[in-house]
Each structure stands twice: as structure tokens, then as C-alpha cells.
């Protein structure tokens, strides 16, 4: 199969292609959204949502209402233009189509009181001058905490396996959810707040179950948590919970960071202009949010991929002690090229921030492989990840997960169009674009975790909550 060029996949040019009306509807008012919000949450769940409207409407871009909607979302715009291939998806990358403000997780935005009462730079569109001023400043943040990060990384992934060894030799199966958790918001607040918590020992114990609290308010109306219905629907999807709440939580934690990460937070304002208060808030929030919510998310289904199956535990563990030299570094994981595959594999198979929303600055003509569409200034598009990382145009085998993937000369191709972090793997995230800060360190991370197991274990059996055995290096 050879692939399109990046440039006709990224670019909205005038195409070939016949010009289409988009289809689907919106539905009657009240009931097209509620009768959408059941499908999505309930009767179908937002895979299967998404698939059968592609194959209802032989279309890969179409109308439809996502969540949240009726009744106590009375200011929240349901409709959306859904765009499912990597073609009609990659229009959310051009920041001179789309805009970006407010859409975090669709045209509803949690209460700023989530975040010190201010829209931080994650909400923020390109053209705001706050979004540079951030965005800089969490850049500078990662390349200033390079030096520490691998240290810090094993030094706490030591902790965390120690314990989670410690546990299985009294049982046959230990859950690493919240070890894990733990691990994470430890090793997060050193990195990238130089805050440490045990400094703090309420923070230590359970500043992660807070940013847990803190999260689950902010995301529960647009996520399915999978209990019972219709009490879902009636608790937790039709109404906002307020900050108040986790406001105690969000304190703590914010007194932890004002108090223990101090250089950080005066190089906001020495270095990027920002007050203290908007330089801890966004912090807290690329800490807690972006990092802390994306890690969790990630590293089970990372550990899912790799602790069933065995014939590739032999073929990792091989490249993880004959490549890299002694001493992991971030350079040492890059000679490593399975091990960076299965890593890219599996945010293609399971993206841990599954939908991204931008909405239309103008009138303009929007290509999938095989239409183009007219969407008016104003429209919000919605690109469901799971089903556009499964493009049979572009990826062979969609629905299987191929550990070599993304290796050699035609792997390296492919990572033009490997898009969890909000724009290609083969991107750079600047100022100019909503590309994730974390986009580089986010796969050297978890590419370094593997190798550390690697290391450390000659197999690993498990799933993605479970660890149930484990062989140490012999
Ligand atoms: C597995 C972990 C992570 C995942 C899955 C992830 C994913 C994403 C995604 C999808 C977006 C775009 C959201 C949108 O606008 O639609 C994003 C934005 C962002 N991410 Fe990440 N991220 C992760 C980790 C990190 C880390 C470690 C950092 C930095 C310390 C970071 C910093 C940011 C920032 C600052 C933005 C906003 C970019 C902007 O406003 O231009 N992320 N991330």
C-alpha cells in the first residue's frame, strides 16, 4: 500500500474529489441531543456510536450531537460535524481553519473555578497572547527538568516495582492502579515542579486520590464511567458538579506547589511575564491534567500491550539489554526502535485523549479521502481518535495491534499520521499550533519504562490493572 504525502492529508486544498453536503442531522430540538447522548453513553458507548454513524451515513465526516446536553446544559451547543478519517481529522491542525478557544473537551468548559477562577493556557486559541506565554513557559519547564527526568524517572519506578513485588509475594494478583497513580504524581510534581511530597506528608499520602477528585468533577459530564444505567445518566451526566466540592483538595494542593516548587514559579514570572497566581494555576494544571490524567491513562494499556504477550516480552527484553548501553538515557532509548514501536502502537491502538474539538474561523472546503465538505465559520468539528488511528487508507491491518509497526523506513513514514498528541508524531509543538508540550518526553517516557522492565524482569504477566506474576533477571 503506498501512502499519500503528508501535505495532501494536513492541507484543505481544493481537491478532485466530488463535493458532498455533510450528512446526518442534528435531530428535533431537546430530543435529537438526548436521543444522541443515550446512543453514546448508554446504548451504543461512543465506539460504536461513532462506527455505526460512519456506516450509516457511508461517510466519514457528518452531523451528529455529542455529550453533554439536556437538561442542565442549557448554554452547551451539542452539534458537532464529526470527522473520522486521518484526512478530514488532520483540518484540526490548521490553526488558520480552526480555532481552539474553549474546546478542551467540546463547547462545554468546567467552571473556572477548577482553575483559580482563570481560562488557562490548555483552553486558550493561538491568537491569545496568554497561549504563547504559557506554552513557553511549560516548554522551558521540560527542557530545564531534562537533566533530572531519567533519574527521577528510575529512581521512582524503583519504588513503585519494589512495592508492587512486595504485594505479589503475599498474593496472586496486585491491582498497580493506584500505585502507579502514586507513582506518577511523585515523580510528575519533582520534574516538573521541583516540589518533592514528601516534604508535605498529607500531600505524600494523597495528593494523587486529590488530583484524582479534581479531574473526575471537571470530566464526568462528557465521560462514561461505566455504572449502572439509567443511573449514570440521571447522576452523572445531566448536570455540572461544582468546584466546591474538591475546592479543599485544590487548595492543598496549591498551597503544596506555592510553597515547594518556588523556582518554578518565579520563572514564570521572571522569565514568561506571568503572575505567581496564573504561573501555579497552569502548573497545577499541565501537571495534574494533561500529564498526571494522560500518563494514567496511558501506562495501563502501555502495560496491557506488553504483560500477555510473551513472544514479545523475548524480543523487548532482548533489545532493552543489547541496545542502549548500561545507563539509560533519553538517547539510549532512541536506538531502541521496537521498544519506541510498541510505544507508538499503542497510543495508535488506544489514544489516551480520545476526541479533539476545533471550531471553524471561516467558511472553508473540508477533504476526507473521498469528499469534500462545506463548513460554515462558527462549526465545531469533532475527531473521535479510536476510529481515525484505525484508517484503513493509511494504516494496514487497522484493527490489529503490530508491535513493529512503526519500524523501519515505512514506519518512520507512518508517524506523520500517528496523531494522539493533537498533531503529527513527526510535528514540533510551538507557539503557533495546540500540538501537545509533552509530545517528545511523553514517548522517551514510557519508551524508557519498557526498557527499565526490560532490565529489570524477564516477564511480566499482567493486564491493564493487574500484575500477576513477575521473573526477575537472572
Ligand atoms: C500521556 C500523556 C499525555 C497525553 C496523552 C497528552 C495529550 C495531549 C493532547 C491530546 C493535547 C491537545 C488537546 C487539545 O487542545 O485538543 C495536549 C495538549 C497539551 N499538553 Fe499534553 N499530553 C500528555 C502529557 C503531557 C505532558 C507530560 C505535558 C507537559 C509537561 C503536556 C503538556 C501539554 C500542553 C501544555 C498542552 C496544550 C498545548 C497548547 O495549548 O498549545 N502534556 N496534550
Redesign the pocket.
Known sequence: MSLPPPSLVTAATPTELPIRQIPGSYGFPLLGPISDRLDYFWFQKPESFFRKRVEKYKSTVFRTNVPPSFPFFVNVNPNVIAVLDVKSFSH?FDMDLVD?KD??VGDFVPSVAFTGNMRV??Y?D?TEPQ?SK??NY??D??KRSSGIWVSELESNLDTLWDNIEASLSKSSSVSYLFPLQQFLFTF?CKV?AGADPARDPKIAESGYSMLNSWLALQLLPTVSVGILQPLEEIFLHSFAYPFFLVGGNYNNLYNFIKQQGKDTINRGAIGFGLTEEEAIHNLLF??GF??Y???S???PSLIDAIASNSALQEKLKKEAREKGGSTLTFDSVKEMDLIQSVVYET?RMN???PL???RARKDFRLSSHDSVFHVKKGELLCGFQKLVMRDSVIFDEPDRFKPDRFTQEKGAQLLNYLY???GPQTGS?S?S???????D??TL??ALIVAYLFRRYDSIQGDGSSITALQKTK
Open positions: 484540526l481552539k474546546v478542551l493556557g490548555v486558550q493561538t497561549h504559557v506554552k511549560i516548554m519547564i521540560l510528575l516538573l499541565v501537571l494533561n500529564s490524567g494522560g500518563f491513562i496511558f501506562l497510543l489514544p489516551p485523549v479533539q474539538y476545533g494522539w498528541s493533537n509543538p507557539v499550533n495546540k500540538q501537545c508540550a509533552g509530545k518526553v511523553v517516557t514510557a
